[in-house]
């Protein structure tokens, strides 16, 4: 008991000193906090969720960044094509070459529906930007 006092104080000292942050609703003190730092019953688990099938899973709208994707497809060409170094280093640095000169394409699409736009997706300034990645990488290897 007389450590759910101590809390009630602090949490009192701290209205009084932020009188704004109150109402706030992204605070982690609220009226709901106080009543329950009384309360000496303990909480209950919060309930488990249950595994969602994969048909589900494969139907759920998930973002996806479209221009990543291409260039996750045609690094491999690329580096190839440019005869640079295949390191998972020298790729990781190619990768945010390129990704950091294209514009993020997110879509909110199932699985499915992101592969066929990835499919009907314009690689031209993909490519560019990996070729770009791959020049940089190549005259100022990270290794």
């Known amino acids: 008991m007389a450590k759910a006092k101590k809390t009630l104080d602090k949490d009192m000292m701290f209205q009084k000193m932020m009188p704004a942050l109150a109402g706030n609703p992204f605070s982690t003190l609220s009226t709901e906090s106080t009543q329950e730092s009384t309360n000496t019953e303990p909480s209950s688990p919060a309930p488990k969720e249950e595994p969602t099938p994969k048909s589900s899973i494969e139907n759920e709208l998930l973002p996806h960044n479209i221009n990543e994707i291409l260039v996750q497809d045609h690094i491999d060409q690329v580096i ?47 490519y560019n930007a990996l070729i770009k990645g791959v020049l940089q990488v190549r005259s100022h290897p990270n290794h």
């Open 80 to 126: 190839k094509k440019f005869n640079c170094c295949s390191c998972p280093r020298c790729r990781q640095d190619i990768t945010i070459i390129a990704l950091n000169a294209l514009a993020p394409q997110y879509v909110a699409l199932s699985q499915e529906e992101t592969e066929k736009m990835v499919q009907q997706s314009d690689v031209k300034p993909v």
